[in-house]
């Protein structure tokens, strides 16, 4: 465990201003300075040398199911947040789906009673919007939150789903009116609904994205691009799956309007030809499609079109996921695998690329960007009088992912088998160790809810 008095140096320390060899100086859990200059030895000071490992701001990952209240034969904080801080997370923000769902601020207070003192990570939640009183959001208090998840459809976890359009509209200006960013699941439920009446639901996993198509999503999105056109609400669409999707927000984007977009590592790392091979291990909702949109996704990765990568980290437990295809859940845990998985995938992209940019870019995707959009202070950044989140990132060395590395409580991962390259060595928050790499250990449960 380091502690207050800490020096982490390291020949590639990941700035605000770029890479460079440096020293970082942490005291009671903040960031004192950041410094190319080794401070003066003093007595009971921990050093901790990073060597040519990359140290990153303490990654944040905005899009986690970690189950809690009433899904936690699944899923629970103790566990997630061990995958989390074994994968260079230090700061998740929690989504609303759950039993009973998070639809007002009693069920925010009453859901962070429940994770006080078993997270390692600290965290945040998304507030659900209620269907029936979307109005509700215009009394929001900032304290609790201030960010708020619709369902634009449905699914085996997600029963609280705005499909009517007046209530969906009352939504984004009550919204707008408190300045509370809206984060949707942008697909259209009647659509589907209107497909499985006609052919029939999916009956293997050949047939799965055509009958959770495209076209779902980018009616979904046109939508979305309306309501905030004329009304001003910020809202960020997540898990945008098609490479229609990702020009339209885009453009939407470059026209001034206040809406950005999420990429999971899911949709980076998989195509519709996994689904047809692992079957409900790669189900999701928006369903995984084709090569050229996964191409798209990568080039709004490179680009600086998307803004956030997200994990959406859904477990399920294995009899879950061996159900028929009607009965078998979406969703697949993520949050240890996430930045791994991005890396490999940037590696294998582009090769050639300077691995200094590449991470860069990695940092603005899961740690700047995330930070700034949902307005968590203090995190996203190794500067003087930030949150001592920091994180040891070996970039080139390769091992291959295992059901025994996996730390969520399912046990299993879509990503058995991968010859990763890069690797978390060490993750610390708020100046202590919670995951230590060589030695396999975790640090207490100390996170805190961010408000």
């Not at 069920?107 to 979307?134: E, M, N, R, W």
Request: net charge neutral.
């Amino acid at each position: 465990m380091t502690a207050p008095g800490t020096v982490v140096t390291g020949r590639r320390i990941v700035t605000p201003e770029g890479v460079r060899p440096g020293h970082v100086l942490i005291r009671d859990g903040r960031i004192v300075a950041v410094t190319g200059d080794p401070p003066s030895p003093e007595p009971g000071v921990s050093v901790l040398d990073a060597g040519d490992d990359y140290v990153l701001p303490g990654l944040i990952d905005s899009h986690v199911h970690f189950r809690t209240p009433g899904l936690t034969h699944k899923e629970d904080w103790a566990h997630g947040s061990r995958a989390a801080a074994a994968g260079g997370v230090t700061t998740v923000l929690d989504m609303p789906n759950t039993v009973p769902p998070t639809l007002d601020e009693a069920a925010v207070h009453a859901k962070a009673a429940l994770v006080a003192g078993t997270s390692l990570v600290d965290y945040a939640f998304h507030i659900g919007v209620d269907p029936q009183h979307p109005e509700r959001l215009a009394d929001l208090d900032p304290r609790v939150a201030t960010s708020a998840k619709i369902f634009m459809a449905g699914h085996h976890t997600a029963p609280t789903v705005l499909s009517d359009p007046v209530q969906l509209e009352k939504a984004f200006v009550a919204a707008a009116g408190r300045d509370v960013r809206l984060v949707l699941h942008a697909e259209d439920g009647g659509l589907f609904a209107l497909l499985d009446r006609w052919w029939g639901e999916p009956s293997g996993y050949h047939a799965y994205e055509r009958h959770r198509p495209r076209s779902g999503g980018i009616a979904a999105v046109a939508r979305v691009i309306e309501l905030v056109r004329r009304h001003g609400t910020r809202a960020h669409i997540l898990h945008l799956s098609s490479a229609e999707e990702a020009d339209l927000v885009t453009a939407a984007a470059a026209a001034g309007l206040p809406l950005t977009f999420e990429v999971t590592g899911h949709h980076l790392s998989f195509t519709d030809a996994d689904t047809h091979r692992l079957g409900a291990r790669t189900r999701l909702s928006p369903a995984i499609r084709g090569r050229t949109d996964q191409d798209r996704l990568w080039e709004a990765v490179r680009a600086g079109h998307a803004a956030t990568i997200g994990s959406d980290h859904a477990p399920h437990t294995r009899d879950e996921k061996t159900r028929t295809v009607q009965e078998s859940p979406p969703g697949l845990p993520g949050v240890q695998e996430l930045a791994v998985a991005v890396w490999t995938g940037m590696r294998r992209r582009r090769p050639l690329e300077d691995p200094d940019v590449a991470v860069a870019r990695l940092v603005r995707l899961l740690s700047s960007g995330p930070a700034e959009l949902f307005g968590l202070r203090g995190k996203g950044r190794l500067a003087a009088g930030a949150d001592a989140d920091l994180v040891f990132f070996a970039p080139g060395e390769t091992w291959m992912f295992s059901s025994a590395d996996v730390r969520a409580k399912c046990g299993w991962s879509a990503y058995e088998g991968w010859t990763m390259t890069g690797r978390v060595r060490r993750t610390i928050r708020r100046g202590n160790t919670i995951w230590d790499g060589t030695t396999g250990a975790f640090g207490r449960p100390e996170g805190k809810w961010l408000r």
